[in-house]
C-alpha cells in the first residue's frame, strides 16, 4: 500500500528565512508526488507536483520541492519565507502503475503547519 | 470561473437524522472524489467516481452514500448519521484517471453530529 509521512506537525520559521516542509513516502512503484497548500477556511489548492524528468520542481508562489528517489523524499522548499506562506501543507502520492485501478487516488500525509512569524 | 462547490458549508444536525451534502463542478471533469480531514489523519478517501453512473469505495466508505448521475454533480449521502462522522469534508474534481493527478478541491463542508 502507498504511503506519505509528514514527520513534524508545525514548522515555525521567521521571515526571510529558507523554508523546508519534509515529505516521505512509499509506492511499489514509481510515484507521482505532489504538494497542496490549505489556508484557513478553505479547500487544497495544488502547489507543485513531480512526474518524471528534472528532480528540482517549481510551483506556485516561489515554492519549489526536490525528489530524491534514493531517499523517498519529496520535500517542500522555499528560499525566502513570507507570513503569507502561514499555512497548512499536505504532501501527496499516487503510484504511476496504478493509473486506472482505484482511479485517481492520492494518499495524503497528515499535513505539516507552517508559521511564519516577523 | 472554474470551480467545485459545495453545500452546505456548515450544518450541525443530530444522530440519525438523514442529510446530504451537495458537490457540483463546472470543469466537465471526469473524475470526482469525496475525502474527510480530521486532525492528526490527514485526508482520507471516502468515494470516488471515475465517470457517471461509475462508482467505487474509497479507504474509509462507512456509514457514506454517494451518486453520479449527472457528470457535475456528486453528492455525498448519510443515511444515518452518527457522532464519528463529524468531520471536515472535501470534494474535488480533476479531468480523468489517466491524467497528473492534479485534484480542485471544494472550500470544505464542515459537519457536525450531535
Known amino acids: 500500500a502507498q504511503s506519505v509521512a509528514q514527520p513534524e506537525d508545525q514548522v515555525n520559521v521567521a521571515e526571510g528565512n529558507p523554508l523546508t516542509v519534509k515529505c516521505t513516502y512509499s509506492v511499489s512503484g514509481n510515484p507521482y508526488l505532489f504538494w497542496y497548500v490549505q489556508y484557513p477556511n478553505r479547500g487544497l489548492q495544488f502547489l507543485l507536483k513531480?512526474?518524471?524528468?528534472?528532480?528540482l520542481v517549481k510551483g506556485s508562489y516561489g515554492f519549489e520541492a526536490e525528489f530524491n528517489k534514493s531517499q523517498t523524499s519529496f520535500h517542500l522548499k522555499k528560499p525566502s519565507a513570507l507570513v503569507s506562506d502561514s499555512a497548512l501543507y499536505f504532501c501527496a502520492v499516487r503510484d504511476m502503475r496504478k493509473l486506472t485501478g482505484g482511479g485517481n487516488k492520492l494518499t495524503f500525509g497528515t499535513g505539516t503547519q507552517l508559521k511564519v512569524e516577523l | 470561473e472554474a470551480q467545485v462547490t459545495q453545500n452546505p458549508r456548515y450544518l450541525i444536525t443530530v444522530t440519525g437524522k438523514k442529510l446530504t451534502v451537495t458537490c457540483s463542478q463546472n470543469m466537465n471533469h471526469e473524475y470526482m472524489s469525496w475525502y474527510r480531514q480530521d486532525p492528526g489523519l490527514g485526508l482520507r478517501q471516502i468515494y470516488y467516481?471515475?465517470?457517471?453512473?461509475?462508482?467505487d469505495k474509497g479507504d474509509v466508505p462507512e456509514g457514506y452514500k454517494v451518486s453520479r448521475k449527472e457528470k457535475r454533480n456528486f453528492p455525498l449521502i448519510l443515511e444515518s448519521p452518527s457522532p464519528n462522522q463529524t468531520s471536515l469534508y472535501f470534494c474535488a474534481s480533476s479531468r480523468g484517471i489517466a491524467n497528473t493527478g492534479e485534484l480542485f478541491f471544494g472550500e470544505g463542508s464542515r459537519l457536525t453530529v450531535l
Open positions: 513531480y512526474i518524471t524528468g528534472d528532480n
Open positions: 467516481s471515475m465517470n457517471v453512473e461509475v462508482t
